[in-house]
């Protein structure tokens, strides 16, 4: 936790020394309150209360009690924050960023292509049902019309065969 609270400072006062930009004096001006140069724990302690003190103990290399631009760069450097070595990593970042977007794309691709293939094969198998129903349904159905002209055809010949003898209907 103090390590991420006081990383801003750190960048910061390590961004001024290394690029000399507006915003890097900036920065190291807005925490060098008297205008001196250095930061005193008078001044981190301003800024980052009891936490002023534990980034002075990290950074002040020569043991002076306060915190040259030099030291500063030297820190933010160890750090990270250097441009060059920002740029890299954030190049690197955005690399395995789109490589594991990619990822995800080749992952719901195939999420989508198996789901469709199941789609496919439960709407075959549907079909399939649907059509062995129809052919029993239509053999049933053949199969009681045969029955029933069977017996039509039955009942026609008793009563043809009762009218020849004269047997009355």
Same mark, same amino acid.
């Given at each position: 936790?103090?390590?991420?609270?006081?990383?801003?400072?750190?960048?910061?006062?390590?961004?001024?020394?290394?690029?000399?930009?507006?915003?890097?004096?900036?920065?190291?001006?807005?925490?060098?309150?008297?205008?001196?140069?250095?930061?005193?724990?008078? $001044?981190?302690?301003?800024?980052?209360?009891?936490?002023?003190?534990?980034?002075?103990?990290?950074?002040?290399?020569?043991?002076?009690?306060?915190?040259?631009?030099?030291?500063?760069?030297?820190?933010?450097?160890?750090?990270?924050?250097?441009?060059?070595?920002?740029?890299?990593?954030?190049?690197?970042?955005?690399?395995?960023?789109?490589?594991?977007?990619?990822?995800?794309?080749?992952?719901?691709?195939?999420?989508?292509?198996?789901?469709?293939?199941?789609?496919?094969?439960?709407?075959?198998?549907? $079909?399939?049902?649907?059509?062995?129903?129809?052919?029993?349904?239509?053999?049933?159905?053949?199969?009681?019309?045969?029955?029933?002209?069977?017996?039509?055809?039955?009942?026609?010949?008793?009563?043809?065969?009762?009218?020849?003898?004269?047997?009355?209907?």
């Amino acid at each position: 936790m103090i390590k991420l609270l006081l990383a801003p400072a750190i960048v910061a006062a390590g961004l001024l020394a290394t690029t000399a930009s507006a915003e890097g004096q900036a920065a190291f001006a807005n925490l060098d309150i008297n205008g001196d140069g250095y930061l005193s724990e008078a $001044e981190l302690a301003a800024r980052f209360e009891a936490k002023g003190a534990l980034y002075l103990q990290r950074v002040d290399a020569d043991g002076d009690g306060r915190i040259s631009k030099e030291e500063a760069r030297g820190h933010a450097q160890r750090r990270g924050g250097d441009d060059a070595k920002r740029a890299e990593f954030e190049q690197k970042r955005a690399e395995k960023m789109e490589a594991a977007q990619a990822q995800r794309e080749a992952w719901k691709e195939e999420a989508h292509a198996k789901k469709d293939a199941w789609k496919e094969e439960a709407k075959a198998k549907h $079909e399939a049902w649907k059509d062995e129903a129809k052919a029993k349904r239509d053999a049933h159905r053949d199969e009681a019309k045969a029955k029933r002209d069977a017996h039509r055809d039955e009942r026609k010949a008793k009563i043809e065969g009762r009218a020849k003898v004269g047997i009355g209907n």
